[in-house]
């Protein structure tokens, strides 16, 4: 696999089924697009424009094939743990300073209505895997920061 997570939230799977459309839409744009029939054969423009037609295709093969294997193994992940954080998971959290935040870790910022925090980012990765009761610790740039794992479902 490409070393990303699995989408586990319809948005997330909607977002990368879009992505893949587009690129296969693109792809075959870039692979209809014929080559200039009036250049001359070995003409320097004409083989740079042949390679950068082939390296756009590779591209997006490439992508193509990682979203397909990311959407393929989601389908076997199956939705978020309910007992500990992961992708998917809302999650209420009480920072060092006594503050509280419901957050939803996703593979990207994707939920306007709540603060967003992605899994591979300092403090998603460390709520991911822990329960209600836990204290984590995460970089910032301001330095080290612990936060406890109050509530999983935004409660």
């Not at 390679?51 to 094939?65: P, T």
């Amino acid at each position: 696999m490409s070393g990303e997570s699995e989408p586990r939230t319809a948005d997330a799977r909607r977002a990368l089924e879009q992505e893949r459309a587009d690129l296969r839409a693109e792809r075959e744009k870039v692979a209809a697009t014929p080559a200039d029939s009036d250049a001359e054969v070995g003409d320097r423009a004409d083989a740079a424009e042949e390679r950068q037609r082939a390296d756009v295709l590779r591209r997006s093969d490439s992508r193509i094939a990682d979203i397909t294997t990311r959407l393929t193994g989601a389908a076997d992940a199956g939705p978020p743990p309910a007992d500990v954080v992961g992708v998917g998971s809302s999650v209420t959290v009480r920072h060092g300073d006594g503050t509280r935040e419901t957050l939803r870790v996703g593979e990207r910022a994707e939920a306007p209505d709540r603060e967003p925090v992605t899994a591979d980012s300092p403090l998603g990765s460390a709520l991911t895997g822990h329960r209600p009761g836990d204290t984590v610790e995460y970089d910032t740039p301001e330095g080290r920061e612990s936060a406890v794992v109050v509530s999983l479902g935004g409660a």
